[in-house]
């Protein structure tokens, strides 16, 4: 059977990798049933899911007729490096870095730098429509995890909240 189309058939064997490897580390964990689930549970649906997912894309693949045969694209280097360097840097900027003696600086400074940073990884970057976003982002983020869920999650750099 010949492939059709080189994109959907490597996206649908990426799906059924990922959620395979899920459902695998899932295992791990205690599975219990539908009515009493263990921490195993959610991973294990989502990750057959997910392989369930990927197995009807590399189906429709091998089925499908596309014009241009689906021919996978070059890489975007540029959106990948600035959206993986977002969420790195919300990472370090949430929690600190204490092996360089970065401080943690906040869920909004982090949630400011991360918006900002991904937002570069577009053709058209404005630093005013990003920062309105963060805003909007961050004042959401508080409202729901802090006063709703009411977690513990460090707001502030600690020099600012001390």
Request: charged letters at 10%; a positive charge.
């Given at each position: 059977?010949?492939?059709?189309?080189?994109?959907?058939?490597?996206?649908?064997?990426?799906f059924?990798?990922?959620?395979?490897v899920?459902?695998?580390?899932?295992?791990?964990?205690?599975?219990?049933?539908?009515?009493?689930?263990?921490?195993?549970?959610?991973?294990?649906?989502?990750?057959?899911?997910?392989a369930?997912?990927?197995?009807?894309?590399?189906?429709?693949?091998?089925?499908?007729?596309?014009?241009?045969?689906?021919?996978?694209?070059r890489?975007?280097?540029?959106?990948?490096?600035?959206?993986?360097?977002?969420?790195?840097?919300?990472?370090?900027?949430?929690?600190?870095?204490?092996s360089?003696?970065?401080?943690?600086?906040?869920?909004?400074?982090?949630?400011?730098?991360?918006t900002?940073?991904?937002?570069?990884?577009?053709?058209?970057f404005?630093?005013?429509?990003?920062?309105?976003?963060?805003?909007?982002?961050a004042?959401?983020?508080?409202?729901?995890?802090?006063?709703?869920?009411?977690?513990?999650?460090?707001?502030?750099?600690?020099?600012?909240?001390?």
């Amino acid at each position: 059977m010949a492939i059709k189309s080189q994109a959907d058939f490597f996206s649908g064997v990426m799906f059924m990798v990922v959620g395979g490897v899920f459902a695998i580390g899932s295992t791990n964990y205690t599975i219990g049933d539908g009515a009493r689930m263990g921490p195993g549970y959610f991973p294990l649906m989502l990750g057959i899911l997910l392989a369930l997912l990927g197995a009807a894309i590399v189906f429709r693949s091998l089925v499908v007729e596309t014009p241009d045969g689906g021919r996978i694209a070059r890489w975007a280097w540029k959106p990948l490096g600035f959206v993986l360097g977002a969420n790195l840097l919300f990472g370090v900027l949430l929690g600190g870095l204490p092996s360089i003696g970065l401080p943690a600086m906040g869920m909004i400074i982090a949630i400011f730098a991360l918006t900002i940073v991904a937002s570069m990884a577009g053709s058209q970057f404005r630093l005013r429509d990003s920062v309105l976003l963060a805003v909007v982002l961050a004042v959401g983020s508080y409202v729901a995890f802090i006063l709703l869920l009411k977690l513990q999650i460090q707001v502030w750099p600690t020099f600012i909240s001390g």
